[in-house]
């Protein structure tokens, strides 16, 4: 058995790829497009990585026109597709990384916000259509933070879930894990703060990747070691 986790499983925008500005550009977009009330960017970061008809219900609790939030939800894919027409970047250090995960022999998934064709076009722009052992999108399973995706990816993967951890930037993505059993990781430089992410308990709080690297290098290297109880921040 591995001395560290078995199975890796990331968020998409915001964890793996620097998309967060699109998106809330979208959705300013989709909102004026359907003439809906304005909401700030913090409150749009705010409901990053849920699935777009969470979204809605999130932003909007009384808008009660169903027509209306299937426009909505249109135009925020129709804008958002436009806005990456050059593809979002991976984060700085998340290429070698993921390069060296898969290296070391973990599993690695995705468990995301999107919808499947989105993700499906973003994986092959960044040439990792095959690169996963998984992926579970919104459009196909319970949206975050209700456990199911990664529920279904360790049984796939035929891991337990405390041989598992969600790397995420969002609440959502670590209340999922909670949700789930799994320990998890935030992030600091995607939708929310690690100040905001700290309340959900995270395992480890970074605010670069390359620092998730090191220190899962580090688990598998002093094994005996275990992990310590409190929340690491990695300097």
């Given amino acids: 058995m591995r001395a560290d986790y078995d199975l890796l499983i990331f968020d998409w925008d915001g964890t793996l790829v620097n998309s967060i500005g699109r998106i809330v ?26 699935g777009l008809p969470e979204v809605v219900v999130a932003l909007y609790p009384d808008l009660d026109d169903v ?27 998340v290429a070698e990384s993921m390069a060296a995960f898969r290296a070391a022999g973990y599993q690695l998934a995705v468990a995301t916000g999107k919808g499947r064709h ?24 319970a949206s975050k933070p209700e456990p199911l995706m990664l529920e279904q990816i360790i049984e796939f993967c ?55 690297r090191a220190w899962l290098e580090a688990r598998a290297a002093q094994p005996m070691l275990g992990i310590s109880e409190h929340v690491e921040r990695v300097e």
């Avoid at 804008?79 to 984060?91: A, C, V």
């Fill in 118 to 141: 989105g993700l499906n076009r973003v994986l092959a722009d960044q040439g990792w259509s095959e690169f996963f052992d998984i992926t579970r999108c919104a459009d196909e399973t």
């Fill in 67 to 93: 027509e209306l939030a299937h426009r909505y939800c249109r135009a925020y894919s129709e804008q958002y597709l436009l806005l990456e027409g050059t593809p979002s970047q991976l984060f700085p250090g």
């Fill in 158 to 212: 035929g891991v337990s879930a405390d041989r598992a951890l969600m790397v995420g930037d969002s609440v959502f993505d670590l209340q999922m894990a909670r949700n789930a059993g799994m320990d998890s990781v935030a992030v600091g430089y995607g939708a929310q703060s690690l100040e905001t992410l700290k309340t959900c308990g995270p395992r480890l709080m970074v605010e670069h990747f390359s620092e998730l």
């Fill in 25 to 50: 550009a979208a959705l300013h977009m989709a909102a004026r497009e359907c003439d809906l009330p304005p909401r700030s960017d913090t409150e749009l970061k705010a409901i990053i990585g849920l």
